[in-house]
């Protein structure tokens, strides 16, 4: 397996051992391994470790072990501990979410600070079959689904190209220590769950599903080169790029054939969801001022113009609503209608509305991010739950 990272780093023009590169150790197997074959490979490293303050004493026990290896093999070593949940709470957004922004920037940070070539990453030919069904599952692009980059700005991924079994048994062969996450057997993280549950249905229908899915990423990956040259031209056609915003031509994108895939491809970079290429559809023949909000932008109609405007970053962290017309200036939110139910009438089951009793709402109403403690009765239901769960 040594032979094989020397000539995959070679091959894909990775790192040369004239430069240094900082090794991003968790203390886990994957990193572990990954450091063993980096200092065996004669390279100049460095160890960064994130304490998240996930596990209690773990997550403690984790920064001693890869303390004491990087002190044991005279290699510089840096460590840094977040309070992940605190961050997760206050941005509004999921732990691994909160994790992965808080490891890379600082990681960054590192980078720069210290003049390193580049991070290097212990992200494995499994994990990158993982983030394959990972991104199918949530509706993504062609993007999406050319799996984990190689090289991506100053990050490597150097063993990519190594399946977890490759792995172990190199750690078994050269008597490697490491620390075992008891998270990673935990189903309630969706890539655990297709890592154990769904994972193994595949390869009882083909054995060599990991290798296909790459070859598939592989390929998508090339056809996405020249997919993206040919958005690249209609985006030119359809579009003035200006320095705080975007305009595009309603009757230009109407022009283009297929419609929705073309639509999701371009305002994909200004944030738009999937499910959101209907509303978007629907923006073209809304009045002027209606406006649709995707998780970094606000999409706004002038007359006979869509124009794409960055979301300030608090322009989502409360909303006070004095009358029910300004709920359409909410993010996400096209119209509103007050409807005279009768004894027929039933709540949509579509996930993109919200109905509400006009009769029970009290104004002013404030609409805000959902924090810890949270609860409501779901419908049916004569407890309440909370939000978090």
Known sequence: MLDEFKEYISKNHLLTREENVLLAVSGGIDSMVMTHLFISAGFKTAIAHCNFQLRGSESDEDERFVKGFAETN?????????????????????????????????????????????????????????????????????????????????IIRPLLFASRVAISGYCRLNSINYREDRSNSETKYTRNKIRHKILPLFEEINPSFET????????????????????????????????????????????????????????????????????????????????????????????????????????SDSFVITVIKDLEDFPGCTEVKILNTGKGFKIPESQNIGCFDAGKVLFPLIIRRWKHGDSFYPLGMKQKKKLSD
Not at 115 to 131: F, R, W
Not at 213 to 237: C, D
Not at 294 to 312: D, F, S, V
């Open 212 to 315: 296909t899915i790459i070859e598939t990423a592989e390929r998508l990956e090339e056809i996405n080169e020249i997919v993206s040259a040919r958005f690249a031209e209609v985006r030119e056609k359809v579009s003035v790029l200006h320095p705080d915003k975007t305009v595009f031509r309603i009757s230009l994108l109407k022009e283009l054939s297929p419609l929705n895939t073309l639509l999701f491809e371009l305002f994909r970079p200004y944030g738009l969801g999937s499910d959101q290429v209907d509303d978007l559809v629907n923006l073209f023949k809304a009045r002027t001022g209606s406006k649709l909000f995707t998780g970094t932008h606000r999409i706004i109609k002038n007359r006979n113009e869509l124009i794409a405007i960055k979301n300030h970053e608090n322009i």
């Open 74 to 154: 005279d290699i510089q070593f840096y460590a840094q501990r977040f309070d992940t949940t605190g961050f997760a709470e206050e941005r509004g957004i999921s732990i691994q979410m909160a994790a992965r922004e808080l490891r890379y920037r600082w990681f960054e940070e590192l980078r720069e600070k210290n003049g390193y070539k580049c991070i290097a990453i212990a992200h494995n030919l499994n994990d990158n079959v993982e983030t394959f069904l990972i991104n199918l599952s949530r509706g993504s692009g062609i993007a999406g689904l050319t799996g984990m980059k190689l090289k991506h700005k100053y």
